[in-house]
């Protein structure tokens, strides 16, 4: 379904632009691509007080013949109309103007956003349960968890209340999220996956504390509601792919110690959260995108790198039709090289390919 919905605003949709001026008349036509004129289903004129710029909010009212609706538009914040979204791009010199971004995706979108619901909602379904057992892990190592799990919730809530946001624009910040995860797994663990989510916590505590504290203040670009949701999903799902490839490795070096149905039972857990909270991530950054820019999906190196990872932590899910990960070394295996994507989605392309994502 999602593949379908991405043929049809392929196929479909339309983008372009659109220039109103403040107490001008309505407009009935917009430029597509290649400057063509398309018409418009209703009038549309701006209201706003001048001087008009790119980020102050304006008003959009549509004259659709039987009434007028109001819609405000700011940066960030699109306004819907009759099926068209419209987001403002910059202001006349004069500030008496604004051009807007036009995308009219009536079909595509919406197919997309169901089939991700039903995907979401599936995955939860369908997620194993973990049954009643005893804790295995050692006390001191839980006080442990507890303080550092503690530690870090404080200061991502302290950055919050100063930004007026989620603190997540920064790698400090979002390493402290992947220690927060790494440590609820590991109070809630048994022994030997507890013991490996708590040092790959304590790992990335002091990532984080070593590169800058607590990161710096959210660009105006990034200030939506949807922020602080999409990061964290992500670095959820990084953080328990992350105790996967560190608890792959102790497998590999010492099976027989390690590797119990107990023990590849909860790694089937936490794989599946992982690829759960990933394609959660990707579909509330895909809403986000329709918000802020118009399209749910732009092809940027960060989200198709995102997209490749959830792919590949998908194989090992199917382990039913897949054979290879029904054996306990090549499963082990798998988990330590996938990371890997983990890895350059994370930094790689922050280095090598940049893009809208860049900044984290």
């Not at 372009?16 to 008349?25: D, F, P, Q």
């Not at 109309?81 to 604004?98: C, E, K, N, Q, S």
């Not at 959820?236 to 590999?252: D, K, P, T």
Request: aromatic share 10%; proline share 5%; net charge positive.
């Amino acid at each position: 379904m999602i593949a379908a919905g991405a043929l049809v605003t392929y196929l479909t949709a339309r983008y372009g632009t659109i220039h109103l001026r403040a107490g001008g008349g309505c407009a009935h036509t917009w430029r597509g691509p290649d400057s063509e004129v398309l018409p418009l289903p209703f009038g549309l004129r701006l209201e706003a007080a001048a001087p008009i710029d790119s980020v102050a909010s304006a008003t959009l009212v549509a004259d659709t013949g039987s009434g007028q609706a109001a819609a405000a538009v700011a940066l960030n914040k699109a306004a819907r109309v009759g099926g068209y979204t419209f987001i403002p791009r910059y202001a006349d010199a004069d500030r008496g103007g604004l051009w807007l971004y036009v995308a009219h995706d009536a079909y595509g979108e919406p197919l997309v956003y169901l089939a991700f619901v039903i995907l979401l909602l599936s995955m939860l379904v369908l997620a194993p349960r973990a049954g009643r057992r005893r804790n295995t892990m050692p006390a001191p190592a839980r006080a442990a968890a507890l303080f550092s799990g503690g530690m870090c919730l404080a200061v991502l809530f302290f950055r919050s209340l100063v930004l007026g946001n989620y603190p997540g624009a920064s790698v400090p910040d979002t390493l402290l999220t992947v220690a927060l995860t790494a440590f609820v797994v590991a109070f809630f663990s048994g022994r030997t996956i507890g013991l490996v989510s708590l040092a790959s916590g304590l790992a990335a505590l002091c990532a984080a504390l070593s590169s800058g504290g607590a990161g710096h203040s959210i660009p105006l670009l990034l200030d939506h509601p949807l922020l602080g949701l999409h990061v964290s999903l992500a670095m959820i799902s990084y953080a328990l792919f992350a105790v996967l490839a560190v608890c792959g490795v102790v497998a590999l070096v010492a099976p027989r110690r390690v590797l119990s149905p107990r023990f590849v039972a909860s790694q089937r857990r936490l794989l599946y959260y992982g690829t759960v909270a990933l394609a959660a991530a990707i579909a509330t950054g895909s809403l986000w995108a329709s918000q802020s820019w118009g399209r749910y999906w732009s092809w940027d190196p960060k989200e198709t790198c995102a997209l490749i990872t959830l792919a590949v932590y998908l194989l090992p899910v199917h382990r039913r039709s897949l054979r290879v990960f029904r054996r306990p070394a090549s499963m082990q295996l798998f988990l330590v090289l996938a990371f890997m994507a983990v890895l350059f989605t994370w930094f790689g392309v922050n280095y090598f390919l940049g893009g809208r994502h860049a900044y984290i």
